[in-house]
């Protein structure tokens, strides 16, 4: 199990997390080793250009929501290079940015789910 896997269960859990992924694919939004915090996703609310921690076949990503397929509940996940990583269902997203070394994400607390709620 890798560290986005251990994230991504705390979020599903209802914590909200700060780490720091490494990586270039999504770049300038977020560099390698930058800090970020996540907290629990209400995925009904995403809108492409999000940032969110989700699985797409079998892999967590910490990637970019390029487009919403709402009536079938779910997202498609890219990263910010222009490769599309797949479609992936509500039940799958776990978290959304919230902030990026400290740098509110627009609109995202907004998405933050409700506690208490799946």
Not at 35 to 41: I, L, N
Not at 60 to 89: K, M
Request: charged share 25%; with cysteine; hydrophobic share 40%.
């Amino acid at each position: 199990m890798g560290m986005l896997d251990v994230q991504a269960d705390r979020v599903r859990e209802g914590a909200t997390v700060e780490f720091r992924p490494t990586g270039t694919s999504m770049v300038p939004l977020v560099r390698s080793r930058q800090r970020v915090r996540v907290a629990p996703a209400d995925p009904a609310l995403l809108e492409p250009g999000d940032i969110v921690l989700a699985r797409v076949s079998g892999t967590v990503y910490l990637h970019l929501v390029t487009a919403v397929d709402a009536p079938r509940r779910r997202v498609q996940i890219s990263n910010n290079r222009g490769h599309v990583n797949g479609w992936t269902s509500h039940d799958r997203v776990f978290g959304i940015c919230l902030t990026v070394d400290d740098v509110p994400r627009p609109g995202a607390l907004a998405k933050v789910r409700a506690a208490g709620t799946a």
